[in-house]
Structures are given as C-alpha cells and as structure tokens.
C-alpha cells in the first residue's frame, strides 16, 4: 500500500483547544471546533487532516499511559524522575498542554491503566491500585493498593504490561527470560530445551482478579502460552476479546549463520499481532512466524533450516509485520474524532529494536490497521513517523523519540509517549 503525507506544517503559535472538561466531541460542537483547531509543533508525519502538538515533555522513560474521562492523562516510568515513577498530567488553562505535573509512586514499571474507580500501575514484579475520586484523581497517592505479587522478574522481557475485561479480570503479560530457550541463552551451539521450563512461568499471559489484593501465580491463570513477549495487550470491548502484539526472538543470522544471511535475520521472524482465546498457544520457542514465506517455522534450535514447518497447534497471527520493530503499545480505537476508516481499527507503537543492526532501522513509528468484526479488513499502514529525527540510523538509541504507549483520550484524541525524549503527543483530526 503506498503511503502519501503531506507536508508537516510550519512551526505555529498554538490554539487554544478544549479545557480539561472534556465531552464526546460529536456532543459539544464548541469542543469540536477547539480541539480540531490544534496546530501542529512537533514535526511528525501525519495523513492530511491530522496534527499533532507535546501535550507534555520531560518525562523521562514515559512507558504505556492512560486517559481518564476527564481527559487527564496518568503515565509509568521505567526509571524514576524526581523519585517518583507515575506522572499526572492536567491542562489547567484550555490551551492543550499540560501545565500540571504531579509525580508520585516510588516504584518503576510500565503498565498504567484505569478501571472501575481505581488507577491500576505496575512494576516488574507487581501490580498495585490506587483508588480515586470523583474526577479521577488518586485520593491517598502513598499507599496503593497490592493486587498482584511475586511475578517473575529474571532481567529481560520484565516488564508487566497489562488489560482489563469487563467481569473482573486483569490480563498480565510475563514476558519470557529467554531468546529461544537454549540451556545457555543466547549462545552459539547451546542445545535447546525440550520441554521449553521457561513456559511454567513466563512467556505468556495470565489473568488474575482486579479487585482481590495480594494475589500470586498460585491465584491467575495461565491464560496463553507460547508468547515470547507481549507489550502490546489490549481487550477489544467491541468484540469482547483480548489481542496482544509480540516481540520476535532475536539473532538468527549470530546463531546460525549457515542458515540466515544478516539481511534474513534483520526482516525474521515477523513481530505479529494475535488475538486470544483462553487456552491458545502462539508457539514460542518452537515456532516462528515468516511473514515472507506465510508461513509457521520451526525455529533452528529445535531442528529447523528456515523452510521446515511447525506449529500445528499453534494459532495464526492476524497480522505478521516485519521483523524487529518491537511493537510495544497497542489500542483499538472507538473515538469520534478520527474519519470513519480508523472506528474499531487498531494503532500500534512500534519501537524500534537493536537486532536489525547493521541493516537499516525500521520502526519508532505507530501504525494502523483497519478492523472490521475483529478481523483486519485491509493492508496496515505508518499513521504516524518522524520520531525517530531525520536521515537514517542502524541503533535505536540513536533515534531522538521512540513511540511506546497508546491510549484515547474522551474527544478522540490520540495519545502517544514516547521513553526516549519523554514526551506526550496528542494526536487530532482538524478536517481536509
């Protein structure tokens, strides 16, 4: 699918925009007149019609965030600012910025969200709640609630992104501690192991109780297996379903270089989109996804070549894109604001990775992809780029932004943080 955008506008004094009262935009026409009227100041590359303003900046490793109905926005830190690891985040004068800044929670983490009155964050290892009030704001901001505990934190996919059905459940990603499952990770002639022991623990999503404190594996479900690293997660209330986005292994051209040429290895295996049912296995570490041959492959590990099938058992991504983007937020949107295209559609933040290196970077955009009863209905296409800065670039930590988290704001807003420069992007439809 060929991608057109037109040019970034020039850097312009900002409009004013809604105050934080927020309303449905098809409900308030002076809200829709204020808040299409944003022009944009960052840059980014945007379908016509779209633009985009900092919503707030020096946040640090601003990781996923949520927006609450009164349009202020809470987001996670990976490393603490200031010594606090949450951020609310309030625009006080209507002019679509952010001039309240409030930190709290000493704790680092990723997961941020909110549900039936209480702020849900998570660490490695836990997932706390807070409770709020009327407005949506965190009553007692130092002493959260201990959901869950005792989640398995081995240093590498340790993050604990996490969703919430509409009966009472929490879905939490527990990301694998391992590339493939070798007896020594990630280590030329290492053996793998058969059966995988990575799987009791990690390398899917579990699913707990929201509401009943100081749970641990012992209280959750194995809800699906075989995931190596699940970021993006999210429950589809307009199917009634949970889809999640994973990270593929890494390194097949460094571990087996007789099989995978370096250009091979930058585009496999494919980071791929599910959806889930209890009970679904996505074939990690037996399987990969190649997006180029469409195709289940059995990792090389496990007596592959790179043609040889597997995974009979294993269920089908939805969408398979190319390989180390690392897909890290991902929300379908049901807002008003945006042209009818992107209703019940998917975006995706994509993050960029280290293991395309030495070939050219790919991702540090967000993406789209149409949905139509819960199934993709088109080709996926960058909605969103330019973070990274301009010219080329082999390492991501030589991009200056890295998108990570999504969410939509009560207008219809898009929201978009990114860990890299620390900022919030708010993403609005002004009409052609």
Known sequence: MKKIFLPVLPLLALLLVSNCSFAKINKDSSLNKKTTSIKDNVGLKLPAGFSAVKYADGLGEARHLTVTKEGDVYVKLSDLKNGKGIFYLHDNNGDGIADVKTGFGNFTGTGMGVKNGYLYASSDTKVYRYKLDANDKVINQNKPELIITGLLDRHEHESKPFTFDNEGNIYVTIGAYSNSCQVK?????????????????????WQFKADKPNQTYGDGTRYA?????????????????????????????????????????????????????????????????????HKKILEPEYGGDGKKEGGENAIDPLVAFPGHMAPNGLIFYEGNMFPEKY????????????NRAPQPQKGCFVA???????????DWEIFADGF???????????????????????????????????????????GK
């Open 185 to 205: 990770d990630r280590t030329k002639g290492s053996p793998a192991m058969n059966p995988c022991p990575v799987l009791d623990s990690a390398g899917g999503v």
């Open 225 to 293: 297996s075989g995931i190596r690293n699940a970021m993006g997660i999210f429950w589809n209330n307009n199917v009634n379903a949970l889809y999640v986005t994973q990270h593929g292994r890494d390194q097949l051209h460094d571990l087996f270089p007789d099989m995978y040429t370096e250009e091979q290895s930058a585009e496999l295996p494919a980071e791929c989109l599910y959806r889930l049912n209890k009970g679904d296995d996505a074939g990690w570490p037996y399987i990969y996804y190649d997006q180029l041959q």
């Open 343 to 354: 209703k019940h559609g998917a975006f995706i933040a994509f993050h960029g990775s280290w």
């Open 368 to 378: 789209f992809v149409p949905f139509k009863d819960g199934k993709p209905s088109g």
């Open 388 to 430: 990274a800065g301009s010219g080329g670039y082999t390492s991501p930590n030589d991009a200056e932004h890295r998108p990570c988290g999504l969410a939509e704001g009560p207008d219809g807003a898009l929201y978009v943080s990114d860990d890299k420069g620390g900022i919030i992007y708010k993403i609005v439809y002004k």
